[in-house]
């Protein structure tokens, strides 16, 4: 007995000592990286700005995240704004002698392509050369790639250009089949986000708005595509029906790629372009290596702070998302700052929690008492994400932004039905009338349904209010675009929802001019984070358990199951934008 004890003791020793190890080695290669990624990147003589898998477009630093689990095959992030100012800078380096985009899949949202875009097409003022490569291209990839002066394809490749759609699941079947009951209170007809649970078809008020919606950000893209590749509009929307991208041959023919080449032998065509002997290697830089090169801007002049805001609305403290305890920090620093002449508040949410939403706000409109407060919006500006905007002096849109749904609506799931069918059953022992109003074995009652409603109608009613006062309009004015329906960016624009269409770039001048700044820097907020604090700042049971179900599951699928498992995003008030719209790769 006694030398199996010594047994078990040696084995659990050595397990300690094992873990030991690998935790040390893992904090070793973290300092490693960090170390390795703060290194100085020097821009050799007749480069090309390289564009590539590797590149993840993020909004906003609250996006970043390292998994425990996935630790070395991150990709890297880079801020937006820090891409546009690359890529800008790079139009009167003389060492960057052109842009060579080189990526089949897109890491980015439709808005950050079209700024991405926006300031390639200024790079070309410069008379530098753009060029485009692909193998496999996603309809994201190339609607950045067609930009370039010369597109080429490889032989066995393709383009998957094949317009926009969007898939609507439904729940209702499904919840009635298995005796889910779900308690659905809302105001707008077109707050479609409770639909799935309501029908089990797609209403023609959702129809409406979601074709309206697709056939704006279409005829944008297609546009831009079109124009890019001289191309008339009529032939480019035979080509997208055929999937002529499909084959190689055909997007040759039809004008959607200049040549049918090897990598190698585009590669070889970049170093004839820098006159580049065969023998010697072609300078390619990244676009994270570039950024990496730039020393510290002169900070000596006024400050116009950028705080981003990506991600869902929810109440609580934590770093990723928009969490109301943690932006109401963020706000209040902003707002006794001195050295902060103005605020330009980039938003790229869909909405979430009315409570976590209005709280935001409020501390907002004490900053905009202060200080000048512009507002930029990204992919998403909608519901929560549109509420939190009501403060500003001016607001700033993308022609794609999905904008608007102005809207509220409560969910509360309940399962007395297949309960009870499983011969299980509750009695309720209570002080009050309504001290058990809702319950998930026995449902709601009707006064809670009754005071529910009343709820979200207040909510509704306190929601116009607020963009009454910052639009000018009257109630009945925001209504009528209201009811949860969603706009793109320009027809934001058209009815009033916005005041102008244009960047992030646009806003931070903007809001240097209201505070009557000539001369000034931009400081990002909130600040970046360290691979430590990524890593170990929720690494709880919860949390590891939450991130394998999603990486197992995928982002969407992982998104559609929070609604109906997260506590968080039941039985409150929401201010949600009924869906995200991806352009599928």
């Known amino acids: 007995m006694r030398s199996f004890f010594k047994n078990v003791l040696a084995n659990i020793v050595a397990i300690i000592i094992l873990c030991a190890v690998f935790f040390i080695f893992f904090i070793m290669m973290l300092v490693f990286s960090s170390m390795g990624s703060d290194k100085s990147v020097t821009v050799k003589k007749n480069s090309v700005l390289t564009i590539n898998l590797k590149t993840n477009i ?65 790079f070309k003022k410069s008379g530098k050369f753009v060029y485009a490569y692909g193998n496999g291209v996603s309809q994201s990839a190339y609607y950045l790639g067609s930009v370039a002066d010369q597109y080429y394809l490889h032989p066995a490749g393709g383009i998957e250009l094949k317009g926009l759609s969007t898939e609507v699941t439904f729940f209702k079947d499904f919840a009635d089949k298995y005796g889910i009951g779900i308690e659905v209170i809302r105001h707008g007809k077109f707050k479609s986000a409770v639909e799935p649970f309501l029908r089990n078809d797609i209403s023609p008020e959702n129809k409406e708005q979601l074709s309206t919606l697709l056939n704006d950000l279409w005829k944008n893209t297609s546009y831009k595509m079109a124009a890019s590749r001289k191309i008339d509009t009529a032939q480019f929307r035979t080509v997208v029906d055929s999937l002529y991208g499909m084959i190689p041959e055909q997007g040759l023919k039809y004008k959607l790629a200049d040549k049918l080449i090897q990598k190698s032998e585009y590669e070889d065509l970049l170093k004839t372009k820098l006159n580049v002997k065969d023998k010697e290697k072609l300078n390619k830089i990244s676009l994270t290596n570039y950024i990496s090169s730039f020393t510290d801007e002169d900070q000596s002049g006024e400050k116009v702070a950028v705080l981003y805001a990506s991600g869902s609305i929810n109440n609580g403290d934590e770093y990723n998302d928009i969490h109301s305890e943690k932006y109401v920090k963020y706000i209040k620093k902003l707002q006794e700052d001195d050295k902060v002449k103005a605020v330009v508040f980039r938003i790229n949410s869909p909405g979430g929690s009315a409570n976590a939403s209005d709280e935001i706000l409020f501390e907002l409109q004490q900053l905009k008492k202060k200080k000048p407060l512009i507002v930029s919006f990204g992919d998403y500006a909608a519901s929560g994400g549109y509420y939190v905007a009501m403060a500003a002096d001016k607001i700033y849109s993308e022609p794609n932004t999905l904008t608007g749904s102005i809207g509220v609506f409560g969910v509360l799931p309940y399962y007395k039905d297949i309960a009870n069918k499983n011969g299980i059953r509750a009695d309720v022992v209570a002080t009050n009338a309504n ?151």
Request: charge should be negative; charged fraction near 30%; proline fraction near 2%.
């Open 435 to 585: 001290s058990m109003y809702y319950s998930g074995l026995n449902g709601v009652t009707p006064y809670g349904v009754n005071m529910m409603t009343k709820s979200v109608e207040g909510t509704y009613k306190r929601f116009v209010h607020f963009v009454t006062q910052n639009r000018k309009k009257t109630f009945e004015q925001i209504d009528n675009v209201g009811g949860g329906r969603v706009w793109s960016g320009v027809r934001a624009k058209e009815i009033g929802l916005v005041d102008e269409l244009g960047t992030l770039n646009d806003a931070v001048k903007f809001a240097a001019q209201k505070a009557g700044v000539k001369s000034y820097y931009v400081e990002s907020y909130p600040k970046r984070i360290t691979p430590f604090e990524q890593i170990f700042k929720d690494l709880n049971e919860e949390d590891v358990s939450a991130r394998i179900i999603k990486s197992k599951i995928g982002k969407s699928n992982y998104e559609i199951l929070q609604q109906i498992t997260d506590k968080k995003l039941q039985s409150e008030v929401k201010m949600e934008m009924p869906y995200q719209i991806r352009i599928n790769n």
């Open 58 to 122: 993020i909004d906003s630093p609250t996006e970043e995240q390292m998994d425990l689990f996935g630790f070395g095959n991150q990709n890297k992030n880079v801020l937006l704004y820090d891409v546009l100012e690359a890529i800008n800078k790079a139009k009167t380096d003389d060492n960057i002698k052109g842009i060579s985009i080189e990526t089949d899949d897109l890491n980015a949202g439709l808005t950050q392509i079209d700024d991405l875009r926006n300031a390639i097409e200024d």
